[in-house]
């Protein structure tokens, strides 16, 4: 194989492959092995025959990790294994609930025998296709018990020299990690063994136009020309299978699922539409079913088969065939690279392939998820790829397809858990067909609410499915929804400097969405909101996933606050942590969270270009502790595929005491920032009560309580200083008038709207007008509503 690969350039190593452990890191027995590989993750093997496995599997890519301190107790044929975090005792023999127990060690004590089940929180699935609501999940990494396993028995392998590989028949591979309830440390060491996330292009964290559409070259572009006026920006155009020869297959040749070749009567000259869509700020990839191979008509066809040794002028079909090394590099070189010289810039790699192929275990779709993404970072690129997941390890491989979503309500509902449980493989990337794929009803509200979801979702994608319908252009529903549509996809682009910041953490082992329990792992509470997520460092998000209360019209959704102040970024509401509330939201938004000290970096540009670093910045800073954000940013070239590549960085921090928000001088790749920029500081807080200087010269302050801002100029090479004098900011607002706004748009009684207010407007403690609030016949969700707003943050303690 090593021949073939050599001559051969998409087969190689993953960079990262080091999948041979340390001799001194493993202990073996008669038909065992065990490799201590961190002080949470033992490795345990069990064969048949006396071997044992050093390639690298899809999951296991790194096995050479830094040495762990363990100690060794023998114990007749078996052994008993203690790392600082967990002690592993074997007995020697066929796996066993009696022979094989793993335990925690310190204050998360729990124990594992082998068969039992480990109750683990679950990780993600392959494919929510045909999916109504919940699907099950596969295991994870992360169990409230301690312990989880990953059975990488039927996984296959990769050879030394990057080729595919069968296991040996009658060996056993588990990975046993035994972290507590450190969740944070079972996901780092999952990526120390499985390999780290790339970094995604920043480009890939903008609004993506999907659509099951057959397009032409120039509908595409006077959509897009539509969208400009509507002021809404998009960095990714994905073009769905029409772009290629459908209708137009001669029909001895089978259906159109599979092409390679335009469409010449919708795309004529692919080249500079594909320059086009550049010249406007896009990147574009277009639709694969690669299943059924290559056929006599497409363009590419002649080239494929001399490359293949089959005679051009046959017409004999070319089989899809991912294990064949000789195909592989055709379907690369062949049929890929020409189109992408066109201007292609990364792949869509849909269903239809199976499970199967002709080497045993060996599933095509992670063959072409592994391929796709080493051929795509041939050249220094990020190795951007859009497949489904395949099992553990697919984190490796940039965004993942979860498939033709139902329209529903239900499938709604369990979107954002399906994407936050996901933290607990190791999958930070997914991608929902953002609104629903097919099937369903028309409803005005789940498509705003399914927005306002996938614009705090780690990519947002807008796609429907071929029905002129099912459509998702703001402009086509009524004016409400319009709006809050709209508002919703131009904050995605203004959020584009924070999620790439996140973006960069991501590649280092922190995904962009995690679970509340990860943050608070032992706090009973942070299990009981599945659906609310921490979205990077400085935000919770708490979707609004039913439908709203027809008396309040507002939609509802129960959210647990760890301690510390939390500061709606849209309404400007603050609220006490360490306890759980029911907020209420008018379609125009959902709860957004910022903590206190958080900083939160926005595009405040005109144009919200993702595929360029902005000139003009808005730091929204919530200010009732200190905190600090570094600010990362590269240029396209450098986002290279094991987030490693250079990058400018600015450290934002605020710092209460003093009362002083400084931007630093950019470090680092300082190149790819523009030479100057402007930045606007935006304080969640009441009005400061002393004057505001930036580098020690006066600046005027506009707003109001609640949120005000100052025009700190530029930073071209140098520091701001933005000084702010008075005393400790006042954190929270009056929220009368929002209590007001609730009982105007309510669909009730007058006369009790005037009795509510009466209550709510008085000058009596918050905790007095609660309790008379409670007299009133009001129905419960706009009792509720009015609840939250009373037991907000006022703004009248320090």
């Not at 990839?285 to 363009?299: K, S, Y």
């Not at 000789?326 to 292609?344: I, N």
């Not at 609660?770 to 939250?788: M, Q, W």
């Amino acid at each position: 194989m090593s021949e073939i690969a050599e001559s051969l350039p998409v087969i190689r190593p993953l960079p990262e492959a080091a999948p041979h452990a340390r001799h001194e890191q493993q202990v073996h027995g008669a038909g065992w092995r065990i490799t201590v590989l961190t002080d949470g993750v033992f490795r345990i093997e069990r064969s048949a025959d006396g071997g044992f496995e050093d390639r690298a599997s899809t999951f296991a890519v790194r096995r050479d990790l830094p040495p762990v301190d363990f100690a060794v107790e023998r114990v007749g044929a078996g052994v008993v294994l203690t790392t600082r975090r967990a002690r592993l005792g074997y007995d020697g023999g066929e796996f066993s609930a009696s022979g094989l127990v793993v335990e925690v060690l310190g204050r998360d004590a729990g124990r594992w025998r082998y068969g039992e089940p480990t109750r683990d929180l679950g990780g993600t699935a392959r494919t929510l296709d045909d999916v109504d609501g919940r699907t099950e999940l596969e295991p994870g990494v992360v169990a409230p018990d301690g312990i989880a396993v990953v059975d990488d028995t039927v996984s296959f392998l990769f050879e030394d020299d990057g080729w595919v590989g069968s296991r040996v028949p009658g060996r056993q591979d588990l990975y046993v990690f035994a972290h507590g309830r450190d969740y944070a440390d079972a996901v780092q060491d999952l990526y120390r063994v499985s390999g780290h996330p790339m970094r995604l292009p920043r480009w890939a964290l903008g609004n993506w136009w999907s659509r099951y559409h057959p397009y032409s070259d120039e509908s595409y572009l006077a959509l897009l020309d539509r969208f400009d006026e509507e002021g809404i920006p998009f960095s990714v155009a994905v073009i769905d299978m029409d772009w290629h020869r459908v209708a137009s297959v001669p029909p001895e040749f089978g259906n159109g699922w599979t092409g390679y070749s335009w469409e010449p009567t919708l795309f004529p000259d692919p080249a500079t539409f594909l320059r086009t869509l550049h010249d406007r700020g896009l990147r574009t990839t277009l639709n694969l079913h690669p299943a059924d191979g290559v056929r006599a008509f497409e363009d590419a066809y002649p080239a494929v088969a001399r490359a293949l040794g089959v005679d051009p002028d046959s017409g004999e079909p070319i089989p899809f065939d991912p294990i064949d090394p000789a195909f592989l590099q055709a379907y690369f070189s062949e049929l890929h690279h020409p189109l992408e010289a066109q201007g292609v810039d990364f792949w869509w790699i849909d269903w239809q392939q199976g499970r199967t192929s002709g080497l045993p275990g060996v599933d095509p779709l992670w063959v072409l998820n592994h391929f796709h993404h080493l051929d795509a970072a041939r050249d220094g690129g990020p190795g951007m790829t859009f497949s489904r997941y395949a099992g553990p390890g697919s984190h490796r491989y940039a965004v993942g397809f979860s498939g033709d979503t139902v329209v529903s309500w239900a499938s709604l509902h369990f979107q954002p858990e399906f994407t936050a449980t996901a933290a607990n493989i190791g999958y930070s990337w997914w991608s929902h067909d953002i609104g629903g794929h097919t099937r369903g009803v028309r409803d005005d509200e789940l498509a705003t609410r399914w927005v306002q979801f996938g614009v705090f979702s780690p990519i947002m994608r807008l796609h429907s499915a071929n029905n002129p319908f099912i459509r998702k252009e703001p402009w086509v529903f009524p004016p409400e929804h319009r709006a809050a549509m709209t508002d919703a996809l131009r904050f995605r682009h203004r959020m584009v400097p924070y999620l790439h910041t996140m973006n960069h953490r991501a590649a280092e082992g922190v995904p962009l969405v995690r679970p509340m329990y990860h943050l608070e792992p032992r706090r009973s509470a942070a299990y009981t909101v599945p659906n609310q997520y921490a979205f990077g460092s400085e935000l919770l998000v708490a979707p609004i996933t039913e439908p709203r209360d027809a008396a309040s019209l507002r939609g509802r959704v129960r959210v647990w606050l760890p301690d510390g102040l939390w500061t709606d970024i849209f309404t400007d509401a603050v609220y006490e942590g360490g306890r759980t509330v029911e907020m209420h939201r008018t379609d125009a938004s959902i709860p957004v969270l910022l903590r206190a000290g958080g900083i939160l970096p926005l595009d405040a540009g005109t144009d919200l270009d993702a595929t360029r670093n902005p000139t003009a910045f808005e730091v929204l800073v919530a200010p009732a502790a200190s905190g600090e954000l570094v600010l990362a940013e590269d240029g396209e070239d450098d986002a290279v595929g094991d987030g490693s590549g250079p990058a400018a960085r600015t450290v934002l921090s605020w710092d209460r005491a003093a009362g002083e928000l400084r931007i630093g001088a950019a470090e680092g790749n300082t190149g790819v920032l523009p030479a100057s920029r402007e930045w606007t500081v935006t304080f969640l807080a009441a009005l400061p009560e002393g004057p505001v200087t930036v580098n020690g010269a006066p600046a005027e302050v506009s707003g109001a309580d609640g949120r005000w801002s100052v025009s700190a100029g530029s930073a071209a090479g140098g520091e701001l200083v933005l000084r702010v004098d008075g005393g400790p900011l006042r954190v929270g607002s009056d929220r009368r008038d929002a209590a007001r706004v609730i009982l105007e748009s309510a669909q009730i009684g007058n006369p009790e709207k005037l009795e509510a207010w009466d209550v709510v407007s008085s000058d009596r403690s918050a905790t007095e007008r609660l309790a008379e609030l409670t007299a009133v016949e009001l129905p419960e969700p706009v009792r509720a509503a009015l609840v939250e707003q009373l037991a907000a943050r006022t703004g009248s303690v320090r």
